[in-house]
Every structure is written in structure tokens, then in C-alpha cells.
């Protein structure tokens, strides 16, 4: 029987705090005790807290981190995701130090959706190239009445290029970054890369992710079947000499807020799915 972890969310009411409280609420081994927002105020008491999730916006967080430096946080935010200091939370990477941090940065939804399709084949591959296409959620944006694609800060732009290319240990990613205003959520990435090597790709990466939950090899990618849920769903193409990775999440979920529950159930001992399934 574990203790139920006193919970302080600071940024309750933002694009990835609404849905970590959905989550938390449902959460068999957590209570909220604490909520903070530009919108709403601070509502609890923050000393009851012994977990702060930071879910606020670019360059906010650094005000907190005196307040909260006794306790053990996950940033959802870009600030502290390329600091020593901290542990990257991507679970499928960095599952051992994530259950020991003190301070852990959630990685962004462009980048998990990249890094959790690219992964198997780090050290493998060459002239990597990604176009990736999300709702307008990811821009905080909501949904618009009229048809429209945007293409925005492509090629070597993106600020969550520099997280991917520190854990692929690659320095020249083409980035395009694509956003469907019409739609809210979901993100599908289009990995294209030359392998350095032949092997059976299906086989690296069901051996590679079989210990994974959240981790679905398909045959066929929708976002449909991953909205709502963290679950990643990739699809391995091999033609000719070159390959073509596909992967889709929820951005909010699997992408956000999601990881970050999954991160906290790894820190605190519990299995990773509770809260998510």
C-alpha cells in the first residue's frame, strides 16, 4: 500500500495544466492540495505539497524553483529541458534516473513523437529529415471553422530541435513543422533517414520497445487511435536503402501531460500506467 503524494500544480488552468488535473483527479495515489494560476490565483497551500508540477509558459518557471527547491518537480515547460541539472523524462530513455531525480524536465510533444520514433536506430542513421503535423493545441491556439495548413519555423528553427539532437547525439535534423488550425489534437511525424546498417527493423523495434506499455509498433497510423490516451503508435518503412519512420500521439497526453503522470508514477515507485489507463 503506498501513501497517497500531496500534489501542487502551478499553472492549473493552462494548454497542458487543465489536462494533468483531469488526470491527477483520477489518480488513485495522489490529491491535489495545491493550484496556482494567472487566471484562478493559488487556491490549498503550497507547504502541504511534497510534488510541485510546473505546467507554465516559456522563461516562468526559474520564479518558482526558490519556493519549491525542497521538493521534487516535473517541468512541463521548454526551460529545463536541455539543464544538467536536471533529467530529461522521457521514459523510455531515462526510466533509472527519472526514479531517483529530484528534478525532472518533461520533454515537448514534437520531440517525444521524434525521439520515441527514432530511438532504435540511434548511431544508425544518416541525413535525417522530419516533417511533423499537429493541431492547433500545441500553439494553445483553439480550433477554427476554416480549412487551413500552416507550415512554421522550418528547417533548423524549432526551438525542441536542439532537445532531439542532444539525446540522438545528431547535429544536422531538417526540421518542418506543420499545423492543421481545423483540428485540436494530435501530432504524426515523418522520419526520413538512410540506414548505416541492414537489419530487420520490425524485429529492432519490437525487441527494443517490449518492455514499453505505451509503445504500439502498428501497421497503420490514425490519430484517432492514440487521441485521449498515451499511447504512441509507430509504423517502420524500409524502401530501397532508405527507411521511413511514423509515429502519432496525443500532444496534450502522451505529448504533455500524460508523460509527465507517467513520470511521476516512475519517481514515486508505482506502475507507470496508473492515472493513464
Keep these: 500500500m503506498f501513501s497517497i503524494i500531496n500534489v501542487g500544480i502551478i499553472g492549473h488552468t493552462g494548454r497542458l495544466g487543465k489536462p494533468l488535473v483531469d488526470i491527477l483527479n483520477k489518480h488513485p495515489e495522489s490529491d491535489i492540495v495545491y493550484t496556482e494560476s494567472r487566471k484562478e490565483g493559488s487556491q490549498g497551500n503550497l507547504l502541504k505539497a511534497d510534488f510541485v508540477f510546473l505546467a507554465l509558459p516559456y522563461g516562468e518557471s526559474g520564479k518558482y524553483l ?27 530513455l531515462n526510466k533509472a534516473k527519472i526514479k531517483n531525480a529530484q528534478k525532472v524536465a518533461n520533454p515537448g510533444c514534437y520531440a517525444t513523437s521524434i525521439l520515441l520514433g ?19 493545441s500545441g500553439a494553445g491556439l483553439d480550433v477554427k471553422d476554416i480549412d487551413n495548413f500552416l507550415i512554421y519555423k522550418e528547417g533548423r528553427q524549432h526551438q525542441q530541435i536542439r532537445e532531439i539532437e542532444d539525446i540522438l547525439d545528431i547535429n544536422d535534423i531538417l526540421f518542418v513543422p506543420q499545423r492543421i488550425d481545423s483540428t485540436e489534437k494530435g501530432i504524426i511525424s515523418t522520419i526520413f533517414a538512410k540506414p548505416k546498417i541492414k537489419e530487420d527493423l520490425n524485429s529492432l523495434y519490437k525487441e527494443f520497445y517490449k518492455q514499453e506499455q505505451f509503445i504500439r509498433i502498428k501497421d497503420s497510423i490514425e490519430t484517432k487511435d492514440v487521441i485521449g490516451t498515451n499511447y504512441c503508435d509507430i509504423k517502420i518503412l524500409e524502401i530501397e536503402n532508405k527507411i521511413i519512420i511514423i509515429s502519432a500521439l496525443d500532444n496534450l497526453i502522451k505529448g504533455g501531460s500524460g508523460q509527465a503522470v507517467q513520470n511521476f508514477n516512475i519517481m514515486h515507485g508505482f506502475d507507470e500506467s496508473v492515472g493513464l489507463i
Design 118 to 136: 527514432l530511438l532504435p536506430l540511434k548511431g544508425k542513421v544518416s541525413n535525417v529529415c522530419i516533417a511533423s503535423t499537429s493541431g492547433v
Design 66 to 92: 526558490t519556493k519549491i527547491k525542497k521538493k521534487r518537480i516535473i517541468d512541463l515547460s521548454i526551460d529545463n529541458r536541455c539543464n544538467d541539472d536536471w533529467v530529461y523524462g522521457l521514459p523510455e
